[in-house]
């Protein structure tokens, strides 16, 4: 292999017993001092040599011994000139692996012996040794021998907004070129006017992972702005809280109003059926419970309404029935034309107009609140017929549970909007 000396090739060395052909990069893992010894005296330049095993990643006899933890396999090598900058396949230092396999004896020679403790493996990651240790012996030393290192640096780009779910995102870039590896991010939120989190400002850490780094949070209160930073934390501490610029917040008001969209408004009623302005159609006015729905955080901003122009009569064979996120229909009614209305909260109180109704139609009206957030679910559903010899009395509620309740809706001959049991 290369790696590999032949003691007898030379009649005047004896045998090391149970082998005569010594493998320099067994005897370091193993941590044989002997059969070390009688190789190199053999050929000193083996080591240096690279593991070229099918198994092997470019190691040299010092990987092997400081993987192993065998300090006086390394104190050997050492002494035989080994390079203790050396790196294998995958970028790592012996000192790199001494401290990920936590044998503090031989972190403290590799250092003694000047090994780089701030150096990165140059494979994927650029991981330090310290990311890799949990020996707290070993880490305490590859800090003190790292005088160069500093406080982490704030994040930067922080961006915060937001969510729909009531929750505040935060997203923000990290750079620990000139310091340790974070071992996590500390987020704070605060509802007070300070440009840095104060005193009783709520920290949130999460796990220092691969970027993009981003945070959720859920607030106690809805509707309170809120602002918010974020720190690094590595060995050498807490840096500094990096916050968002003027660009890193939605809107103008530099704070975060969490919030969610409203919940769905009650009280859908119709006021009553009247001749429209075109022969054949009327009109109905709707209103509702302006106060039954909850902005939850978020100033309601108007109301959606829905109208559903449906057919009597029972599918074709075979028909598929469509899924629009509509109300659930009893069985025999299908689905024409869906129509939504926006209704701006300042005209809210006089209700909605529903123009244009075909006389002889049905129709299912329901409303939802909008706010900044999104749309509420749609409220019950109410069912209305101009009729073809007058106006109906009343239209009649589309009850829960549609055809899974046990009834149905149909129009009688007068016109009224009836429930009939089948």
Known sequence: MGCVVDLHSDPQRPTLGRMAALDIHRAAWEGD???????????????SCRDRTLMGDGNTPLH????????????????????????????????FLAA???????????????????????????????????CLDCRS????????????????????????????????????????SASRFEAAFWTSGEDVPPADARIVATEAAAPPFVLAFRPRVLGIPHR????????????????????????????????????????????????????GTATCSLAWDLSSADPRGSAISGFDVEQRTVRLGRPRAGAARADDGGPQLPPDWQTVDVL?????????????AAPGLAVGATYVFRVAAVNAMGRSAWSEGIVASPAMGGMPAAPLPLRDGGADSGSAMRLVESGTAAAASE
């Not at 011994?65 to 012996?94: E, K, M």
């Open 33 to 47: 001092v002997s059969a070390l010894a009688s190789i190199l005296e053999v050929d000193d330049a083996l080591v």
């Open 64 to 95: 092997y011994a400081a993987a192993s933890g065998s300090a006086d396999a390394v104190r050997i090598l050492i002494g035989a000139g080994a390079d203790i900058a050396a790196r294998n396949s995958g970028g790592a230092t012996p000192l």
């Open 100 to 134: 990920q396999e936590g044998a503090p004896s031989v972190v403290r020679l590799l250092l003694d012996a000047g090994a780089d403790a701030a150096s990165r493996i140059t494979g994927g990651g650029r991981l330090l040794c310290l990311d890799v240790s949990d």
């Open 141 to 180: 030393m590859i800090v003190a021998a790292s005088p160069g290192a500093t406080e982490p640096k704030p994040p930067f780009g922080v961006k915060v907004s937001a969510r729909p779910s009531g929750s505040i995102s935060m997203s923000w870039r990290w750079s620990s070129e000139e310091s340790f």
């Open 228 to 279: 918010a930073a974020v720190r690094a934390v590595t060995v050498m501490g807490p840096g500094e809280w990096g916050v968002p610029d003027d660009d890193g917040w939605e809107g103008t008001a530099k704070a975060a109003v969490p919030a969610k969209p409203p919940t769905a408004p009650t009280g859908l009623r119709a006021l009553g059926l009247r001749p429209g302005t075109e022969p």
């Open 340 to 352: 939504v209305r926006s209704v701006p909260a300042a005209r809210a109180e006089d209700g909605a």
